[in-house]
């Protein structure tokens, strides 16, 4: 192999060491596949639960902690799927502010208004439709987002 070669084929197994490993967990099946689909409008409104937990950025007040989080992120998903109200579960879930409905206006042409995760999930999901954006250090760190498409 040549000098050159080896050079850039060791530049990219450093790359791929530094990116982080696929999330394999359900939510994280989960988020990918949504990842995958297309942004559905430039402008989205949608409502989401904060589930936080000890150890995301807010979360402590929470007390729970990070499997707490993924089995409660994980049954409200199914429960807001099966069509129960969203807006009670953000009222008595919800780790964001309290005196807020947890409803926000995502924008396609300002993707830093929000974490990652929380802008990718808002843009790609239908109207009526629910996701999730799992936690992750610097993509969404503040804790898991249950997220539901107004409009």
């Not at 937990?53 to 989080?69: M, P, T």
């Not at 994980?74 to 069509?83: E, F, N, S, V, Y």
């Not at 808002?122 to 249950?146: D, N, T, W």
Request: glycine share 6%; aromatic share 8%.
């Amino acid at each position: 192999m040549s000098h050159r070669r080896a050079l850039v084929v060791s530049s990219l197994l450093a790359l791929a060491a530094c990116s982080d490993p696929p999330d394999t967990s359900p939510l994280g099946l989960e988020f990918a596949a949504l990842a995958q689909k297309p942004e559905q409008a430039a402008s989205v409104k949608v409502q989401h639960v904060l589930v936080a937990f000890v150890g995301a950025k807010r979360g402590s007040e929470s007390k729970r902690d990070y499997a707490q989080a993924v089995a409660l992120t994980t049954d409200l998903l199914a429960k807001a799927r099966a069509g129960e109200d969203f807006a009670a579960m953000v009222k008595q879930h919800s780790g964001d502010d309290a005196s807020t409905t947890g409803i926000y206006e995502i924008q396609a042409s300002k993707p830093d208004a929000y974490v990652e995760y929380f802008t990718t999930v808002g843009l790609r999901l239908a109207v009526g439709e629910v996701g999730v954006a799992p936690f992750h250090r610097s993509k969404c760190p503040y804790g898991f987002h249950l997220i539901k498409r107004l409009q």
